[in-house]
């Protein structure tokens, strides 16, 4: 028999957090239903969107940050 699969239970192999006695379980499964091999693919296709996101802020959004910090002035700097 083989034992069903949570969405986090698939989220965790995604991001290789499981045992691998899990991994052989899970694989299994993947390759018995359609359905769970479908969820599979559309987190490693989330994962990789993700990781390939922006991994710093733009220059207009450091501006804006700038720009906001120097009009609330709550910490005033003594000279």
Do not use: C
């Not at 991994?23 to 559309?42: C, F, G, K, T, V």
Request: proline share 4%; net charge negative; glycine share 2%.
């Amino acid at each position: 028999m083989t034992k069903i699969f949570t969405h986090d239970d698939l989220i965790r192999y995604v991001y290789e957090e499981t045992e691998p006695e899990e991994n052989r379980q899970i694989e299994l499964a993947l390759s018995e239903d359609m359905e769970l091999l479908e969820q599979y693919h559309e987190l490693l296709w989330l994962r990789k969107q993700m990781d390939g996101g922006m991994m710093e802020p733009s220059e207009k959004t450091i501006n804006n940050i700038l720009d906001y910090s120097k009009a609330v002035n709550l910490h005033p700097v003594k000279e």
